[in-house]
């Protein structure tokens, strides 16, 4: 049983897809959305195995939608435009089914879910770390077997593990599909320091510094102590007054 949310703009586009859902009854409709915002909050209410997206609606675009979900579902986006099916593709989607589109086009979409059904959206963890500005306020990180998405305003610290970086909140870790070199690029140098070629550290989160003879520990709110390597150390005069 796979649990639905229809999101598009048009009530003809929302109905087409209820009528051809109906012939599959391991498909279960939980309610359906008109613009981005309601979307955004259905999904992250409801938490379905599957969405069929809208692209191009009021307010919030269906991949604005994407960015903004605690849990990301498998995707199936339907459109009247076909420009966005590269993209689309960038971030795993399941099928995209161009309007108008047919039962018979409608049920090959739905074989693919059937096919896919164990190939979760992970790849959007490297194709969403917001976009939204300059720096992102928000990452998308894996969690057991799904991804969820974390405020960056939370995050404590974030340390390397081999090719991937765990991202710590408090007590929990997440792994995120970049490598911390990539993060430091990314994420807003003024609030994340790297202080080791394992370690980038939240400035909001330190408690306090330790200074040694020849080096420094970093101890941060949640109570964890991070090693300042000496080829990192100018990072770290820089914010002494």
Not at 39 to 60: R, S, T, Y
Not at 83 to 103: M, R
Not at 109 to 121: A, D, F, R, T
Not at 160 to 181: H, Q
Request: proline share 2%.
């Amino acid at each position: 049983m796979k649990k639905v949310i229809i999101v598009d703009d048009e009530a003809s586009g929302r109905q087409l897809i209820k009528e051809y859902l109906q012939n599959y009854k391991d498909l279960i409709l939980l309610g359906e959305a008109n613009n981005g915002v309601d979307a955004v909050k259905l999904i992250n209410e409801f938490k379905p195995d599957l969405v069929f997206l809208d692209i191009q609606m009021p307010g919030m675009t269906g991949f604005d939608v994407l960015t903004h979900l605690e849990e990301l579902p498998q995707i199936i986006f339907s459109t009247a435009y076909d420009q966005y099916a590269l993209k689309a593709f960038e971030v795993h989607a399941i099928d995209y089914l161009l309007k108008p589109y047919t039962k018979k086009r409608f049920k090959t979409s739905i074989e693919k879910l059937y096919n896919n059904s164990n190939n979760k959206v992970r790849p959007l963890a490297e194709s969403l770390l917001l976009e939204e500005s300059q720096y992102p306020k928000r990452i998308l990180v894996q969690s057991q077997n799904k991804l969820v998405t974390l405020s960056l305003e939370d995050v404590v610290r974030i340390e390397a593990y081999g090719d991937y970086s765990k991202i710590i909140v408090n007590d929990y870790s997440y792994l995120s599909n970049y490598g911390i070199s990539t993060l430091e690029e990314k994420l807003n140098n003024n609030i994340f320091i790297r202080v080791h070629r394992s370690s980038i550290i939240n400035l909001n989160k330190v408690k306090e510094l330790n200074k040694y003879t020849k080096s420094y520990d970093v101890t941060m709110l949640n109570g964890d102590v991070v090693r300042v390597s000496r080829g990192y150390m100018d990072n770290i005069k820089k914010l002494m007054f």
